[in-house]
């Protein structure tokens, strides 16, 4: 019996989940798919945005997060020449940035999106289903059966490693548009103030190493930098852990407690020439490359490009129109958002690569004119 759909979103991470959310919240009918069951475990460094929440409420999710998260207040840069500078976050919207680990995150917007009427189902995605040059569903399998589901239009919001990009032919990602990144967590006597670290340490420009409290004794710790630098200098990913773990600040709140699950994976960074818009598909998130190329934040830009994603498929079926020329209002919705901002991310990357010390000139400049630096972080 074939199974057709208005739309299918492919991954319930936060991209896909509020894609899912904003889809059937439109009447559509909506089916969402994972791989996984949830909740389950997402490597990544667990820092939620407070344009995150607010477009969460506007999706009419009301949980408070409160039990599930650790409010930020401050954020602190050091420099790779030792240069510091700590910036209170002023929240703008009444809601506040926060560290939620993915496990719960994901899981809480996944299950809004199916209490707004999304169907979910498990299920590995591995191909897009095509008509000529047009994307019709998706095809996949549930243990050994192969199953194909049918679609009007396809969201991909499957990660780094699309099967749907990949089956629309994107090509490989040049090692200079893709970020490699190491996370783990850590008990810890000290009392974790409501700070986010992010230290630009020498070993590991074009990169950063940071720690963000999960609760007043639990961090999400873990270093990241270019592939294309971590390739040159051929040294695993567990070096610059343990190098930024003998920082003298960070050797002090970790003590001789034990890195715990850790995880690497791949950050697609975000490059204006990717093709996004498809006939019957749209990617958003990591498989859209929706990844900030300086800070590798990649959850506030998948759940804004969920949001539009799902709001074009819901005009376009409307039309009767699902081609890649109606479906082309996504993009410039997403660049009206979010363009100015990886912009300034890429300039400020490049710089960082090639003028190290450069960071620590800023976060000079920083200290003495606090309201410029925190204007500046705004935009990246």
């Known amino acids: 019996m074939t199974q057709e759909f208005d739309v299918i979103i492919v991954g319930a991470g936060p991209g896909g989940s509020v894609a899912a959310t904003v889809a059937a919240q439109h009447g559509l009918k909506t089916l969402l798919l994972n791989r996984e069951a949830m909740p389950r475990d997402k490597a990544c460094g667990d820092a939620v945005p407070e344009p995150a929440f607010l477009l969460l409420r506007k999706l009419g999710m009301t949980n408070s997060f409160n039990d599930y998260s650790c409010e930020i207040d401050f954020v602190k840069l050091v420099g790779p020449g030792g240069q510091q500078v700590k910036l209170e976050v002023f929240p703008q919207s009444g809601e506040k940035t926060r560290i939620v680990t993915r496990h719960t995150f994901d899981n809480l917007l996944c299950q809004h999106a ?17 008509d ?90 873990g270093v ?40 690497s994976w791949q950050l697609p960074i975000c490059t204006m020439e990717q093709k996004r818009v498809f006939n019957g598909a749209i990617l958003i998130g990591d498989a ?69 010390l450069s960071v620590d000139l800023a976060l000079l400049l920083g200290r003495l004119f606090p309201s410029v630096m925190r204007t500046l972080l705004s935009k990246v």
Do not use: C
Not at 116 to 130: C, H, M, Q, Y
Not at 247 to 263: A, C, D, F, S, W
Not at 327 to 339: D, G, P, Q, V
């Open 224 to 263: 990241g930098l270019t592939l294309e630098a971590y390739k040159v200098k051929q040294l695993p990913l567990t070096n610059y852990l343990e190098a930024y773990l003998k920082t003298p600040h960070i050797r002090k709140t970790v003590g001789e407690n034990q890195i715990e699950r850790l995880k």
């Open 114 to 130: 199916m209490q707004s009427g999304a169907e979910f189902r498990i299920l590995n995605v591995t191909d897009p289903l095509l």
């Open 132 to 221: 000529g040059n047009r994307v019709i569903g998706i095809s996949g399998k549930e243990g050994q059966t192969r199953v194909n589901f049918y679609s009007k239009v396809v969201i991909a919001a499957d990660g780094a490693t699309s099967a749907i990009s990949r089956g629309l032919n994107i090509g490989r990602r040049p090692d200079r548009h893709v970020s490699i990144s190491m996370r783990g967590y850590v008990e810890t006597k000290e009392e974790l103030d409501p700070v986010i670290e992010l230290a630009f340490l020498r070993n590991l420009i074009p990169g950063y190493g940071w720690i963000f409290p999960v609760n007043k004794h639990y961090a999400n710790i």
């Open 288 to 356: 859209g490359g929706f990844v900030n190329p300086l800070t590798g934040a990649g959850i506030y830009p998948a759940m804004t490009t969920g949001r539009y994603a799902a709001e074009v498929a819901a005009k376009a079926i409307q039309k009767g129109d699902l081609s890649e020329n109606a479906l082309k209002e996504f993009e410039s919705l997403w660049r009206t958002e979010l363009e100015r901002g990886m912009r300034y991310s890429t300039l400020a990357l490049r710089t960082l690569t090639r003028f190290p």
